[in-house]
């Protein structure tokens, strides 16, 4: 069913194939990356190990971050829409030849909330620059927070409202996967600042590591094409999970800036959960 239904929205250009991408950045994946992947884990969840935890990944890409998790200690739930995704998932697993008691992949939406529920609870729900491109990013934050258990953690990351910005990258996104044959053209025009430009910032501000784990290029591409695409400001994400009972615990925005914002948030009150938004 969903396999179904996200082919189809491939092929009517209303969803970027991510999972292209993936296959293709799983073949520079080494350890350090992987290192790299649990460092930035550790820091967001300000832990030093997920031993005996149970952690949801939601939209699992290519898998390197679940497997940081698993790495870490986690008892690990993946999930991805894009089948191919999932398949890169897998390949993690098989390479890391990871427990099967303790790492399970599968395909499914996170706009499906019978299959959400099926999952059950988790100490910590990780959906990283995954729910704006969902279609309905509100909704998948609300069936993402009801996964979290009680005192247990949430943590997303969403692209940052930039206003007009905002609606210029939509229409590329929209172009992007709509009209295939305007993207090597998107690619020449943007790659001056979205490649060029951020691999000499951060070759003169000693960063070209990226910090995710993640090649520029691939970042590029993903950026382009990740459609659909919705935005949303920290402040309206923080009243969003106030009411529903969650307490921030970390935020790391980009100001005014084109990325997304990170926020942990932890879930500490059951009786405020708003069921139907
Ligand atoms: C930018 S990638 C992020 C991947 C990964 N979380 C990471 O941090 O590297 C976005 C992922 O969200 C997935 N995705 C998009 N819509 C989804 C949905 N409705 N349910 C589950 N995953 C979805 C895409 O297939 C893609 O793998």
């Known amino acids: 069913m969903a396999q179904a239904g996200y082919k189809t929205e491939v092929q009517q250009g209303e969803r970027f194939a991510f999972g292209e991408n993936w296959s293709r950045f799983l073949s520079a994946l080494n350890d350090e990356r992987v290192a790299k992947a649990e460092d930035s884990l550790r820091s967001s969840l300000h832990v030093t190990t997920l ?61 499906d909330a019978a299959f959400l529920a099926s999952l059950g609870e988790f100490d910590i729900v990780y959906s990283w620059g995954v729910l704006h491109h969902t279609g309905d990013m509100w909704k998948g934050l609300d069936l993402a927070s009801k996964r979290v258990r009680e005192n247990g953690q949430l943590l997303i990351s969403i692209y940052n409202d930039q206003g007009w910005r905002s609606k210029y990258w939509t229409s590329v996104k929209r172009a992007y996967n709509r009209r295939p044959w305007s993207r090597p053209l998107l690619i020449v025009f943007h790659a001056p600042s979205q490649l060029f430009g951020r691999y000499i910032f951060r070759a003169l501000t000693g960063r070209l590591k990226m910090e995710r784990g993640m090649s520029l290029y691939h970042d590029m591409i993903d950026w382009l094409g990740g459609y659909p695409f919705e935005v949303a400001t920290p402040a309206d994400l923080k009243s969003f999970f106030s009411v529903r009972g969650f307490d921030l615990e970390l935020e790391r925005t980009v100001g005014s800036k084109q990325g997304c914002n990170e926020f942990v948030f932890r879930r500490t009150s059951q009786t405020n959960r708003v069921e139907n938004p």
Do not use: H, K
């Not at 149970?54 to 739930?77: K, N, P, Q, W």
């Not at 993946?78 to 395909?107: H, K, M």
């Open 51 to 111: 031993e005996g935890m149970s952690l949801l990944d939601i939209g699992s890409g290519s898998g390197l971050f679940s497997l940081a998790a698993y790495r870490l200690g986690a008892a690990v739930r993946s999930f991805d829409y894009d089948a191919d995704s999932v398949g890169c998932t897998q390949e993690l697993y098989r390479r890391y030849e990871a427990n099967p008691d303790r790492w399970t992949i599968s395909q499914g939406s996170a706009l």
